[in-house]
Every structure is written in C-alpha cells, then in structure tokens.
C-alpha cells in the first residue's frame, strides 16, 4: 500500500471549515483513499473513502485531485468534538489483511 | 450503525498471567482484526481472521494466539504476559471489501 504524508497539526476555528490536506504521490490504480480520526483514548473511527470522484457523507468530504496524488477531507463546519487526530490511509480495495498503514496523522485542534 | 465491542476499557495484569481480551461485533462481518497501538510506533496488526475457525498471523504474532469460534466473536489472548505487552489494544471488524471499524480499545497495563 502507498505511503500517505500529513502535516503534523493544525488549527480550526469552531464554525469554521476544516480542510485536512494528504499527499500520496505513489497511490496506484486499484488504491482507494481512507480517512479515519481518532479522538484521544477511543478506537479509529471511519470517516470517508474514495477512488477518484470526489466523496461526501454526514460527516465529511473528500476531494481527490484529478491526478490522484493528494487528496482533501473537509469537515464543512468544525465543532470542539471534531478535535482529533485525522489519518489519511491509502489501501488496495481487496488488501484483506488489514495491515492499514497508519502514519503519524494531523492532530486537529478545534478552537472556540 | 456497527458496533464493535470490547469487553474491557482497562486490564491490570501481572506478569506471567494468561489475558483473554474479548471482541464481539453485531454486523455478521466475516473479517476480524487485533491491533495494537503504541505511541510512535501507530498501530500494529497482531493477528486476523477471515471466517470461523480461521486465523492469519499479523505482523507482530509473537507472545498472542487467538481464538474465533464464532462468526461474531473473536479473542486475543496473551499465553504469558509480559510487561512489554502493556499496550492499547483495538479489535476491528469488516465485511470485504469494506472499510474497517474498530472497537473502542482496551487498555492493557502488564505489571
């Protein structure tokens, strides 16, 4: 599976978007992008996943750049719960191991 | 919604004890995973499972075995636990091709 970049922290106003951006320049054709976060002592949670097209659920969007090589989630309107550490994961579709690859994330503090 | 289960938040155990820590999930997943979470380190896959009775060795297998009797349950258990297994522990369940959905974590402190 593709290694993911992500900067380390970042910021968000309550309110605000939150805009979570994820490099994976090695991503190959059969790979799909995943985000999870995880809020401090609880388990990863599953936000969102896409191919190519562009992605949107209750919780989140995603935007996958036409070359596929970075991609975007944004939480439309971020609230003090959605402080957390975000996790960009790039996985073949059928990898049935599970070896999800989590790198180090973003921890996003959300900021009243 | 899935729902993944873990029978305990917080384990102490003593060294050289046997640690069964459970998970059972509601959604008639036929994958189910234990990883385990160290700071710096991310998470680990220890071992998984895809049916009944089967199981597939992780990445770190070595002092865990597991044990999968039925489709919605699945146990990791420590044979003899070591102060070097004092860790956050997470079960994780999918049906392929699926993302995966974790349990809430035990957290597991071998003295």
């Known amino acids: 599976d593709a290694k993911t970049t992500q900067p380390p922290s970042m910021d968000c106003a309550e309110g605000r978007a939150a805009n979570l951006p994820c490099n994976h320049s090695?991503?190959?054709?059969?790979?799909?992008v995943y985000w999870y976060r995880q809020i401090h002592s609880q388990g990863p949670q599953y936000i969102i996943h896409?191919?190519?097209n562009n992605e949107t659920n209750e919780m989140a969007s995603l935007i996958i750049t036409e070359d596929r090589k970075s991609s975007t989630l944004i939480l439309p309107h971020a609230t003090l719960r959605d402080t957390a550490v975000y996790y960009c994961?790039?996985?073949?579709?059928?990898?049935?191991?599970?070896?999800?690859?989590f790198g180090q994330g973003t921890e996003l503090s959300v900021k009243p | 919604d899935v729902k993944v289960t873990q029978s305990s938040r917080y384990l102490v155990k003593r060294t050289g004890e046997k640690v069964f820590l459970e998970c059972v999930q509601d959604?008639?997943?036929?994958?189910m995973f234990w990883y385990r979470q160290d700071p710096g380190l991310g998470l680990r896959l220890i071992y998984f499972?895809?049916?009944?009775?089967?199981?597939e060795k992780g990445d770190i297998p070595e002092g865990y075995s597991v044990s999968r009797e039925k489709k919605e349950r699945f146990s990791l258990i420590l044979e003899s636990a070591s102060t070097n297994q004092t860790s956050m522990y997470l079960c994780?369940?999918?049906?392929?091709?699926?993302?995966?959905?974790f349990g809430n974590g035990t957290r597991l402190t071998v003295t």
């Open positions: 994961i790039v996985r073949g579709i059928y990898n049935q191991g599970g070896k999800l690859i």
């Open positions: 090695t991503i190959s054709g059969n790979e799909y």
């Open positions: 896409g191919l190519k």
């Open positions: 959604m008639d997943h036929e994958n």
């Open positions: 994780a369940s999918s049906t392929r091709p699926s993302p995966l959905h």
């Open positions: 499972s895809y049916d009944v009775k089967m199981k």
